[in-house]
């Protein structure tokens, strides 16, 4: 055995240590000109695949841009950009969800030229997409897609029940879930704290029926007897015609429960349908046919106050620490170009729609008439999160802290009366809109 | 000798002195400390003394976000849960791993590979084995239910994570079945240290199991009990990933603990001042922790 001294251990550890202080430098992945986007797993695959095998040879051929795409959990976004801002690296783009952008404005460049450009070329962008975008006046990211909401709904028992078209009211729709209910088929909803079907079911239920979060000053106005009335309303229609285990579920329970014929609606993306379409033998009806020709889709229904809905919305920020804002405007200012983003939009079939008004009228739309309400969607969008006030950090903060959902869920689960569950959300609100 | 000694640099001659070595030998450390736990640590005081935001470095507020934090009613529910979850949660671990060290402790067939299966749950990455126990408890699809129910137990499923009481006990369940083994190995550790002789004196004198076990076991394996407590303590305490996988904080807030609730108002809602001091109340609490048994622990060892 090599007998080592301690004089030898020495030399040797110090020039260990040496290696280990020059490797300290952070390794250089990126090359000269090349753009790195971080996306969530797009639920339509096929869409990832074409920013990666269509969209990033071509845009090396047209802008001589290597293009770096990534997909990550749609939840780990918010803490994957956080770390990247505070340390000031990190990918080029990030697609961010709903008013992530207001968040995260002052960590933006400024891309106002590449959205007047493909608003003004296509048929102009959504107002609610142009209000998650602008901040101060300037667009600090970019609305790519919306993703609608709508109640996916299995026909065949509401026909049972002698429903023939979709409730046009949330009373209507309670009078047929309490029938559904009784029929071992409720409808399936989460209450939970989740970031998808929970608040898009919540809010628009709190506009339709009057109730809102602030008043266009930002001044808390949610203790109100609208909002006590739609409290009211859902504990009685959370008991008479929902599966009660809706409290506990996340954005895919929904998915699942529907898929294996425990409920007979849930609002949704269209992922229930994209799923039974593509397992069509997997998933059957009672009766033994492909369960995708028993759904159809239907925007909620409307309350005392109108009809509102809430669709996610899917925008991309150009970071400022990114040593390539250039390139990565260049790469979405072309992404935008009709031609090309058709290519996306296509294969997403209508589980999102565009950012502007031109793709409604896309014949793309022809080919399914299931997916004909989902058209129209993200036109309908009226209202945004911290309605009346704008869709600001404050608006989020209410948001991620599930407020209003938790409001209704503590009055469904019993936790607390109707009047105490608003009292307490419009004490929440208090203690952010000071 | 002479030769020799022209040949190294001063550099390593100076390192052979004692002291210096031992500082050199003891930097690497030092400075793996200070990166990773100390200077987060000063980073996360500091940031909770400010408006920082996500890309804005804010501006400094003294205490109003600890302020805003006592007041905050989802942030009160969230210290409560998180004392209810440690606290039941450490005596389950403690009297069933002690339980299960005694029986380990006997001589069996198969005993080796009893204990090394034992200690499976703490092996598993929790993350998985949450997603595990939260397919178990699935709202619509739990397993448990469709035996229940299909062997006539129940007619409604069981709100396992839809109410709010429910869930919270299911958490307390898993991280109990996760922590559970080492609990059960380090005690048993302890206890193969204890002389079978003291036992057999004991059972001379008449003494039964229970008080064989009180008199001789306890007092004996009361140290390591102490630190395994401790170490179990901070880890339930600061547990994350086993709420965020298996209930997200819901429902209604209703499982939040201290670290999930930090982490939804930082990095979600992107105040990473406010959640830094969400997360700092946690440290009083240990700290008092540590410092209460380790004294103990002192006292113990110089009695």
Not at chain 1, 393 to 420: D, H, L, R
Not at chain 2, 85 to 95: D, Q, S, V
């Amino acid at each position: 055995m090599a007998r080592v001294t301690r004089r030898t251990f020495l030399q040797y550890s110090g020039a260990g240590m040496a290696a280990i202080l020059a490797a300290h430098r952070a390794p250089v992945f990126a090359q000269a000109n090349s753009v790195h986007i971080v996306r969530w797993n797009d639920f339509v695959p096929a869409a990832d695949k074409v920013l990666r095998e269509v969209f990033a040879p071509e845009v090396q051929k047209a802008l001589g841009l290597k293009l770096n795409v990534e997909t990550i959990n749609a939840n780990d976004i918010p803490a994957r950009a956080t770390a990247s801002i505070q340390s000031g690296n990190g990918p080029d783009i990030f697609m961010l969800l709903n008013n992530y952008p207001h968040l995260y404005a002052s960590a933006a460049v400024d891309v106002s030229s590449v959205a007047d450009e493909f608003g003004k070329a296509q048929g102009g962008i959504y107002d609610a997409s142009a209000q998650l975008n602008r901040v101060g006046g300037k667009w600090v990211s970019l609305p790519w897609s919306v993703v609608p909401a709508m109640i996916a709904y299995r026909k065949s028992w509401f026909d049972e029940v002698g429903a023939k078209s979709f409730p046009k009211t949330w009373q209507e729709y309670q009078a047929v879930g309490k029938k559904l209910k009784a029929n071992k088929h409720p409808i399936g909803q989460t209450l939970g704290n989740t970031f998808g079907d929970a608040p898009t079911f919540t809010y628009p239920f709190l506009w339709s029926f009057g109730g809102q979060e602030v008043d266009a000053k930002g001044k808390v106005v949610l203790n109100s007897k609208e909002t006590l009335e739609s409290v009211r309303f859902m504990v009685q229609f959370w008991k008479d015609a929902h599966d009660e285990g809706g409290l506990a579920w996340d954005d895919s329970n929904n998915n699942r429960a529907f898929l294996s014929g425990d409920i007979s609606a849930s609002l949704n993306g269209a992922s229930i349908y994209v799923a039974a379409l593509n397992g069509a033998d997997k998933f059957k009806t009672d009766k033994g046919a492909p369960l995708h020709t028993d759904i159809l889709h239907s925007p909620l229904p409307a309350g005392p106050k109108g009809a509102h809905a809430y669709h996610t919305a899917f925008n991309h920020m150009v970071m400022k620490y990114s040593k390539n804002a250039k390139g990565a405007i260049e790469f979405l200012r072309w992404a935008h170009r009709r031609e090309n983003y058709e290519k996306w939009f296509l294969v997403q079939k209508g589980f999102a729609v565009g950012p502007t008004r031109v793709w409604e009228k896309h014949a793309m739309w022809k080919n399914d008439p299931v997916m004909l309400p989902f058209r129209n969607g993200a036109a309908a969008q009226k209202r945004l999160m911290g309605f009346a006030g704008q869709p600001d950090k404050k608006a989020a903060e209410a948001w991620n802290k599930f407020i209003v959902t938790v409001m209704y869920a503590q009055a469904c689960s019993g936790k607390m009366k109707p009047e105490e569950a608003v009292k307490w959300a419009a004490g929440e609100l208090g203690k952010i809109y000071t | 000798m002479s030769k020799e000694r022209a040949r190294v640099s001063p550099l390593t001659r100076a390192l052979e002195s004692e002291k210096l070595l031992a500082t050199a030998l003891l930097a690497p450390g030092v400075a793996i400390l200070v990166l990773f736990i100390a200077y987060p640590f000063v980073m996360a005081l500091w940031y909770s003394l400010t408006s920082v935001r996500v890309g804005d470095a804010g501006e400094f507020v003294g205490i109003a976000n600890f302020a805003k934090a006592v007041n905050d009613t989802i942030f009160q529910m969230a210290f409560k849960n998180t004392v209810f979850y440690t606290f039941w949660a450490t005596i389950f671990k403690l009297a069933l791993g002690m339980w299960l060290a005694l029986l380990l402790n006997r001589h069996f067939r198969f005993k080796r590979i009893v204990r090394a299966s034992m200690l499976l749950p703490f092996i598993i990455p929790t993350v998985l084995s949450a997603f595990a126990w939260r397919w178990m408890f699935d709202p619509t699809f739990s397993v448990m239910n469709w035996m229940l129910y299909h062997g006539g137990m129940i007619t409604d499923r069981l709100p396992f994570l839809s109410s709010g009481d429910w869930a919270m006990w299911c958490a307390v369940l898993v991280n109990t079945w996760r922590g559970m083994p080492f609990f059960a190995i380090t005690l048993l550790a302890g206890l193969q240290t204890i002389s079978p002789d003291l036992h057999e004196a004991a059972a001379l004198d008449g003494a039964n199991a229970w008080h064989r076990f009180w008199h001789v076991t306890w007092p004996l394996l009361l140290p390591v009990t102490l630190v395994v407590v401790v170490f179990s303590v901070i880890q339930t305490f600061s547990d994350f990933q086993l709420i965020y996988v298996l209930t997200g904080g819901g429902p209604a807030n209703s499982t939040h603990l201290i670290a999930t609730y930090a982490y939804q108002i930082g990095v979600g809602s992107g105040l990473l001042g406010e959640g830094a001091a969400l997360s700092l109340f946690m440290f009083p609490v240990l700290f008092a922790v540590v410092w209460v048994q380790l004294r103990y622990l002192k006292r113990m060892e110089n009695a």
